[in-house]
């Protein structure tokens, strides 16, 4: 089904290491035509694990409106493309961006409206099966995909970028692994990533009584669908999230709190590639 609305225990020097290849040096990315920028017209491709919660880029968004000025935010649009259980090489990225995703949108009327100009993303973040990088099984396909699917994003002008997910509640230790398989995708295929894995496990580790996953031990709860959208904010657009006004219903100690774990991972990255 397409729906188109649209602990481990990790030392802090192995976290460091790994943020160093996250978000990839800024030579690597020039050379390859891909030097880092703010998106405007960001595509979401992924799975569950972005609908939940009245799906990631909603809150995104929703940070991005209490961050910005509206005329700061003129243009920004971004729409997400998931299948329930969905495997990266399920999804034709390709056809998303050559069908006319994003011709139209609502307006603060609820009202549809065209877009003026033809409708093109400058980027396309996406994400795998949440075991498929972990499986031995799929690792192989995993890589695979990523370079294709970026090959793919990257013919059609927009930049690809990683969405690193998370361990399940009764599997921290999976963290290892995502981690560092996202890691090496990143840094072989010259993407950005963004490692909401990490941040998760950061947070789980300082806050364990914060639940982060819903009762299914995999999926995200509210507070990390809201973790996962501030590190997407602190990474992707380069917007600290701290003091941030919207919550999305929180109590204001906890959103406070992953609001800091999201900037702190994504300002370790920043520091180790600079």
Request: with cysteine; hydrophobic share 40%; proline share 4%.
């Amino acid at each position: 089904m397409i729906d188109m609305h649209i602990r481990s225990k990790i030392g802090r020097q192995f976290v460091a290491l790994l943020l160093f290849v996250v978000l990839n040096c800024k030579s690597a990315q020039a050379e390859s035509g891909n030097a880092e920028h703010t998106p405007k017209r960001l595509l979401y491709v992924g799975n569950s694990f972005y609908y939940y919660n009245n799906s990631l880029h909603g809150h995104v968004n929703r940070l991005l409106a209490s961050a910005l000025p509206k005329t700061d935010r003129e243009g920004m649009q971004s729409f997400s493309v998931t299948i329930s259980g969905g495997h990266l090489k399920w999804h034709n990225i390709g056809a998303y961006l050559d069908a006319g995703v994003g011709d139209s949108a609502f307006n603060e009327n609820n009202e549809v409206v065209a877009n003026a100009e033809p409708f093109k993303f400058d980027a396309v973040l996406m994400m795998d099966c949440s075991r498929c990088p972990y499986d031995e099984a799929t690792r192989t396909i995993f890589h695979q995909q990523v370079r294709k699917q970026g090959e793919v994003i990257r013919e059609r002008g927009a930049m690809p970028l990683l969405f690193m997910t998370w361990a399940y509640s009764d599997k921290p230790e999976m963290i290892d692994v995502l981690a560092r398989e996202y890691t090496r995708a990143g840094a072989e295929n010259n993407m950005r990533v963004v490692p909401a894995g990490l941040a998760f496990s950061r947070a789980i580790k300082t806050r364990p009584d914060l639940a982060l996953h819903t009762s299914d031990r995999r999926h995200p709860s509210l507070s990390g669908t809201y973790l996962a959208a501030c590190t997407v904010l602190a990474s992707v657009y380069k917007i600290d999230p701290r003091g941030n006004r919207y919550s999305a219903g929180m109590p204001e100690t906890d959103a406070r709190f992953l609001q800091a774990v999201a900037w702190e991972v994504a300002t370790e990255a920043k520091g180790s590639s600079d």
